[in-house]
């Protein structure tokens, strides 16, 4: 397992707590919708594909599903909490098709991490900053390989403010959190970004309120 240490944003610092990664992992399987964000994610990954790379993996879950279809996928797992790191350590012990990398997404991916089949993340890109996601997923584009895909499933920005109260309802979120409201990009510019990129058939694939599943492919040549 390789360790890449990098000083945490102060933004996310919360993440570092256990209390904070125990109340996520407590509630993961309840939040609304988002296993069919999931299957559909997992449906789109084609069966020949041998490496993935999955960003802000937390405890490995989309792993772990892939797996089931794919249970010899070779796969990167990336994020920054040493918390939820201790999870994914214990949930991948024995298994050595996992390589577990410490590195905060607020800054530049690692340069040695080689290319990839598919690159996906869950619910993790959202906390960054719009000109940060914009360059990650430049730094994604480039270690795709040609053909390959990028799944970002994540939380986005509504102009509607009914929609927005009404997901923070359901949510069980009706405080709102500015910090973490302003960070959220939508979708339509997202989409642009990843076309002046160079991805192809780039598009929204699915969503639910604030929920969207954003692919976009890198071409053949």
Same mark, same amino acid.
């Given at each position: 397992?390789? @360790?890449?240490?990098?000083?945490? +944003?102060?933004?996310?610092?919360?993440?570092?707590?256990? @209390?904070?990664?125990?109340?996520?992992?407590?509630?993961?399987?309840?939040?609304?919708?988002?296993?069919?964000?999931?299957?559909?994610?997992?449906?789109?990954?084609?069966?020949?594909?041998?490496?993935?790379?999955?960003?802000?993996?937390?405890?490995?879950?989309?792993?772990?599903?892939?797996?089931?279809?794919?249970?010899?996928?070779?796969?990167?797992? /990336?994020?920054?909490?040493?918390?939820? &790191?201790?999870?994914?350590?214990?949930?991948? &012990?024995?298994?050595?098709?996992?390589?577990?990398?410490?590195?905060?997404?607020?800054?530049?991916?690692?340069?040695?991490?080689?290319?990839?089949? +598919?690159? /996906?993340?869950?619910? @993790?890109?959202?906390?960054?900053?719009?000109?940060?996601?914009?360059?990650?997923?430049?730094?994604?584009?480039?270690?795709?390989?040609?053909?390959?895909?990028?799944?970002?499933?994540?939380?986005?920005?509504?102009?509607?403010?009914?929609?927005?109260?009404?997901?923070?309802?359901?949510?069980?979120?009706?405080?709102?959190?500015?910090?973490?409201?302003?960070?959220?990009?939508? /979708?339509?510019?997202?989409?642009?970004? &990843?076309?002046?990129?160079?991805? /192809?058939?780039?598009?929204?694939?699915?969503r639910w309120l604030e929920f +969207?599943?954003?692919?976009?492919?890198?071409?053949?040549?």
């Amino acid at each position: 397992m390789i @360790s890449n240490k990098n000083r945490i +944003a102060d933004d996310h610092s919360n993440w570092r707590t256990s @209390s904070r990664v125990v109340d996520y992992l407590n509630r993961i399987d309840k939040i609304p919708h988002r296993t069919e964000g999931e299957f559909l994610l997992c449906e789109f990954i084609p069966k020949k594909t041998s490496r993935i790379l999955d960003l802000g993996t937390g405890n490995g879950r989309l792993i772990k599903l892939l797996k089931e279809k794919m249970p010899d996928i070779e796969s990167v797992a /990336i994020d920054f909490s040493p918390p939820m &790191l201790s999870e994914l350590r214990r949930e991948f &012990l024995n298994d050595k098709t996992v390589e577990i990398i410490e590195h905060d997404l607020t800054y530049p991916l690692p340069t040695n991490l080689g290319k990839f089949d +598919a690159i /996906i993340s869950s619910f @993790s890109i959202h906390h960054l900053k719009h000109n940060r996601k914009r360059d990650l997923y430049s730094e994604i584009f480039f270690i795709l390989k040609p053909g390959g895909i990028f799944c970002n499933l994540d939380h986005i920005h509504s102009e509607s403010k009914k929609l927005n109260q009404y997901f923070r309802k359901i949510m069980g979120r009706t405080p709102v959190n500015k910090e973490h409201s302003k960070r959220l990009t939508k /979708i339509d510019i997202q989409l642009e970004w &990843l076309l002046e990129i160079g991805f /192809i058939d780039v598009d929204c694939y699915w969503r639910w309120l604030e929920f +969207a599943l954003l692919i976009g492919f890198k071409p053949w040549r």
